[in-house]
C-alpha cells in the first residue's frame, strides 16, 4: 500500500488548483459514498485530485488517491485496500476507474456496510450503468455526472476571469441584460470559434495541435477496447462505426435511415438501433428522441449528433455549420435540462420552451406563440425572442 501512497503524492504535488470545474462547488464531499461519472477526458481524476489538495497536506495519510487499472489491483483486492487504509488511521478512499476491476460493485458494498469510518469517493466512465450495477448502490451512493468544459468554463480558463452561470430561466427571459454585461468583459467570439473546436475538453492545452489525434486515439479506444468489453460490441463493424460517425458530423443534423444504414453496414437493424444505444451511453453521440421517456434499447433517433463539436471537427471533413450549431446548443442545454424534439422548431426544453437554432438572419415567423425562442449564432448581444447562441454555452 505504502507504493499507492507514493503515486498518490507525485499526482498531489502536480495537481494545480489554478482553474477548477463548476462541479467541484456543487458536490456534497461530506457524503459517505460518491460516485462521479463522466466521458473519458473529461477532468475526473484531476477534480478529485483538486479537492483532495485542497483538503488534506500531501503528508496527511488520511487520504489516498488509487487508480484501479494499476498493476498492485492484480495481487490485492479492494477490500484489502479498504482494510489497511482504515487500519492506519485512514478516511478517505478515492478510487479512480473503477469498471477497470471486476467486481468493483459488490466490494465497494461491503466496503460501504463493512468500514464506515471510511468516506468511499468513486469514478467510472459514464458508459457504465453505475446504479444498475450488480449490488445495489442507489441507496448508498451520491452521484454525479461530470461533463466537458462549457463555453463559460472554457473563457474563464483562458482568461482568468470568474464568470458566473446562470439559469435556463435567466437566458431565456433576462438575455439582453446579461449579454450586454458579459460583453462588457470580454468579447464572445474571440473565443467561441476555438471551443467549438477544441475547448470541450480540459486536456486541449496539453496536447496543442495533436489535439485531434487524441480525441481520436479515445474514439478508438472506446469502439475497439471498451464497447467489446463492456457491450459485446462486434468489434468487426468498428470501421464502418466510425464511417458513420464521420457522416454525423458532416450532415445537415443527421435523421437516421435504419433501412439504408443497415443495408450499408451489413448490420442487421436491430444490432444497429442497439449500437446506436451504445453510442450514446459511452458520449460518442447525443441521440434526439421525441420523448425522453421509457427511451428502449430499440427505439430508433429521431435525429443524431455527436456529443460534442470537438469531435465534429476530429472525426469530419466537411463540418455541416447548421450540424456544428445544434449540436453545441444540445449539448451545453442538456447538462441540466430535459432535450427532445418538437413537433416544429429544432428543439424543446423541458417540454415547455421550443428552440430555433440557426444563423445571424434567423428570426421567428410573426405570429409564433409564446415560450418560442432563436438561439443565433453571429450575433453578441440579443433583442426579443432572439438570444445570442453562445449565451447558452453560461448554463454550467
Known sequence: ME????????????????????????????????????????????????????QFAVSDNAALYASLDH??????????????????????????????YAGWSRELKNIYDFYPELQVIFTGSSLLEILN????????????????????????????????????NEVLNQHEEIAIELVNKFRPYQF????????????????????????????????????????KFDIGYVPKIKQLLSIIADSVPFIP????????????????????????????????????????????PEKLYLENTNLAFALGRNVDIGN????????????????????????LIDRKSNIEVGGIGKDLPKKEQAFHFVAADGIETGLGSKIPLWLFGFLY
Request: hydrophobic share 35%; no cysteine; proline share 2%.
Open 3 to 54: 507504493h499507492l501512497f507514493e503515486l498518490y503524492r507525485r499526482l498531489w504535488n502536480r495537481t494545480s488548483l489554478d482553474f477548477q470545474r463548476s462541479l467541484i462547488s456543487e458536490i456534497k464531499w461530506e457524503n459517505r459514498l460518491i460516485g462521479i461519472t463522466g466521458a473519458r477526458g473529461v477532468g475526473k481524476t484531476t477534480m478529485i485530485l483538486q479537492y483532495l489538495k485542497s
Open 71 to 100: 498493476i498492485w489491483f492484480s495481487s490485492h483486492t479492494l477490500l484489502e485496500l479498504a482494510d489497511q487504509f482504515s487500519k492506519s488511521g485512514g478516511k478517505v478512499l478515492v478510487l479512480d476507474e473503477v469498471h477497470k
Open 133 to 168: 450495477s450488480g449490488a445495489d448502490l442507489s441507496r448508498r451512493a451520491l452521484m454525479y455526472s461530470l461533463k466537458g468544459m462549457s463555453f463559460r468554463e472554457y473563457v474563464n480558463f483562458e482568461t482568468g476571469n470568474t464568470l458566473p452561470a446562470f439559469s435556463l
Open 192 to 231: 467561441f470559434g476555438n471551443y467549438l473546436k477544441h475547448g470541450y475538453y480540459p486536456f486541449s492545452g496539453e496536447f496543442g495541435d495533436l489535439y485531434d489525434q487524441q480525441l481520436r486515439a479515445i474514439v478508438n479506444l472506446i469502439l475497439e477496447v471498451e464497447l467489446p468489453q463492456l457491450r
Open 257 to 300: 435511415n435504419v433501412t439504408k444504414i443497415s443495408q450499408k453496414i451489413g448490420i442487421n437493424r436491430t444490432t444497429l438501433l442497439t449500437y446506436f444505444h451504445y453510442l450514446d451511453e459511452s458520449k460518442l453521440t447525443a441521440n434526439l428522441y421525441q420523448s425522453n421517456e421509457g427511451i428502449s434499447l430499440l427505439q430508433k
Open 324 to 347: 456544428l450549431r445544434e449540436t453545441f446548443f444540445l449539448n451545453q442545454v442538456s447538462s441540466k435540462h430535459s432535450v427532445t424534439l418538437p413537433e416544429k422548431g429544432d428543439f
